[in-house]
């Protein structure tokens, strides 16, 4: 895969061309691409792929694989992975996933498999990425191959998140195919092994498991009915049952943590400074109209949602996965150009899989991809709970931002500093607002500041140096 001029390129090996052409074909996938929910993809001729290809790389690739065919992909704004996502997201890729499997069986089009990492998300809609999961199926087949990766990287990953409280980003930063039944069933009392649906998604396989000790020869071969009617049957009946059983593992609307609640809370934030902080955002996004905006600690995206409305493509981050999951639910109802994830600012995602290069770091990403920044009541929880230094902070939005930060300081004597700093005071006490505005002045101009009606708050937007 290349990217040229910001295009995405992929080389496929001629081989794999008919199943890819089938797909191009298909009536029901040019569907899901029109409602957004399958990548655009087209094939490009020999001229157009060398053209494009200009580099010697590229080129000697498309001679080494013999043949090989190059497809143009349109290119996700800002990709992201499934430790990034709050359940609500694990929820809709899998619900995605089903969807196109589902909708493909009368085409003889199947996917050969079916895992968290071929779908991304274009702000809160996620898109089926991986056009060469896609194959030709034999009409009379009644297995749908990736019947137990599909229960391993979703249905078992929301399974022990919601019971157990582990986090998807514990899960799959250590787990490329989320969990094993056997692993699960581990983490069960004796009573909680009986009960759905830890009985069906946990215990019955294991027990199977245990009354085998190698694998029949005959498990993985293809088998076909001579009846295509049955075997379509037998597919639809397994995708439905997997559907009943991710739809009973999504998750609830009702959760609450302790930041969910922080925007309506009044000992956080008065009604008078809020309606501030909007009239400051709206301002910003009115005057200047930011792009692409990056919304750190957004929690419920308030101010994410007033920057999209505007005609921004937003990136959230917060480190509560309620608030991310409340705030992709509002996105995706609204119709917003958000795209919420589950990044502590201060421990962002690091490179992960083979060699760290699989999976780009989520500051990699972002680095320089935005022309606004948001840090809105989150420069302080860096400075006490993650002793970040002051001037690094700056720094880091220096590195994120190409034009605008808006940032709220909030003094040593704000009440919530105190509580963070529990008895510390006296490592902050020559923290004031010179020494803020003069690390900010490192990197940028000052545009505005404006004070809030709590003494000890104070909104700035700056303008990066150039």
Known sequence: ????????????????????????????????????????????????????????RGRDLLDELDGAVAVGHERIPFPSFPWEWPAEMLHAAGSLTLDLAEGLLDERIGLKDATPYNVVFRGPQPVFVDILSVERRAPGDPVWLPYAQFVRTFLLPLLVNRSFGISLEHIFTTRREG???????????????????????????TWAGRQRIAASPSLYRPKELRNRHQARFALQFILRGLRRKLNRLAPGKARRSYWSEYLTASQHLSAEDFNAKRAFVENLVEEFQPRNVLDAGCNTGYFS????????????????????????RTARAQALDILPLVVNLARPSPAVGWRNQECPAFLERAQGGFDAVFLFALMHHLLVTERVPLPEIIALAADLTTRFLAIEFISPEDAMFRRLARGRDALYQKLNRDVFETACRR???????????????????WEKKN
């Open 1 to 56: 895969m290349f990217v040229v001029d910001g295009q995405l390129i992929r080389l496929v090996a001629r081989s794999w061309l008919p199943d890819l052409e089938a797909l191009l074909a298909s009536s029901e996938a040019q569907r899901f691409v029109e409602l957004g929910h399958l990548v655009s993809t087209r094939l490009l001729d020999s001229d157009e792929a060398r053209a494009v290809l200009d580099d010697a």
């Open 179 to 205: 969990f094993e039944p056997e692993e699960v069933y581990r983490m069960c009392g004796p009573l909680r092994r009986l009960l759905p649906p830890f009985l069906t998604l946990a215990s019955l396989p």
């Open 305 to 328: 949602a007033v920057a999209a409305r505007h005609g921004a493509r937003v990136v959230a981050i917060d480190s509560d996965p309620v608030v991310v999951g409340e705030l992709w």
């Open 443 to 461: 990197h940028f101009d000052l545009v505005r500041c404006q004070p809030l009606s709590h003494p000890t708050r104070w909104l700035y937007l």
